[in-house]
């Protein structure tokens, strides 16, 4: 079955620290994979994609970087800021259809 | 720049009642989606649709219809709401299979 875990399940951080999301897939074949920022009360917004090919990829403050051989993606955040909070959502997409799995996120929150 | 607009925002309906909830995006986006999202869970499919007249099932498709008339809107029709099918529901849309997808701002939807 595929699966896509991510940890740590909530975060708290202070601003202006830098803090780092995991994902682990295990899903097959794998397409890419995708990070999601979701505010709360709102849709999620796309932050990276990444293919087989790419280790890392970044999208200002946020950087993803992927081990298909270890099947583990991360989210490094730095210098936070309190527009940071959100849930951060890891997708992993199959390829072909419409086959995505959406691990259950990491809510993070940033403080004073 | 509207993108994905659902609509509506909340909505509250008694078990047996049925009702649409609407999404159109003015993109020219091929695919659209539509996903619940319920506590403790990753967003799941319900259905989806590559094109104007094409749709197929997804994860979760018990208990609702979808049409595809236009590129433009792709409304989730609930047949007789249950209890179960309280959730927050997402549609989105994306140009193609490598493409990441824009989400709309979601419906919350209560069943009592």
């Known amino acids: 079955k595929n699966q896509v875990e991510q940890s740590p399940q909530s975060l708290i951080i202070l601003e202006g620290k830098n803090c780092t999301l995991q994902c682990n897939y295990t899903v097959s074949p794998f397409s890419n994979l995708r990070w999601y920022k979701q505010d709360t009360g709102r849709g999620p917004v796309s932050l990276t994609i990444m293919t087989f090919s790419e280790n890392t990829k970044s999208n200002g403050r946020y950087t993803a970087t992927l081990d298909a051989d270890t099947k583990q993606s991360s989210l490094h955040i730095t210098a936070s800021q309190l527009s940071d909070s959100a849930s951060y959502i890891c997708v992993v997409w199959t390829g072909g259809g419409n086959k995505l799995t959406f691990g259950t996120g990491t809510q993070l929150k940033v403080e004073l | 720049n509207a993108g994905v607009t659902q609509t509506p925002k909340f909505q509250v309906l008694k078990t047996g009642q049925s009702m649409t909830l609407q999404c159109a995006q003015d993109m020219n986006h091929e695919y659209m989606s539509w996903y619940r999202q319920d506590p403790g869970m990753g967003l799941r499919l319900i259905h989806y649709?590559?094109?104007?007249?094409?749709?197929d099932q997804g994860e979760v498709p018990n208990g609702y219809n979808v049409s595809r008339s236009t590129t433009e809107d792709f409304p989730l029709r609930l047949l007789s709401a249950a209890p179960s099918q309280t959730s927050v529901y997402f549609c989105?849309?994306?140009?193609?299979?490598?493409?990441?997808?824009?989400f709309g701002s979601g419906t919350r939807l209560t069943v009592v």
């Open positions: 989105a849309s994306r140009a193609g299979e490598s493409y990441g997808y824009t």
């Open positions: 649709s590559v094109g104007a007249g094409i749709t």
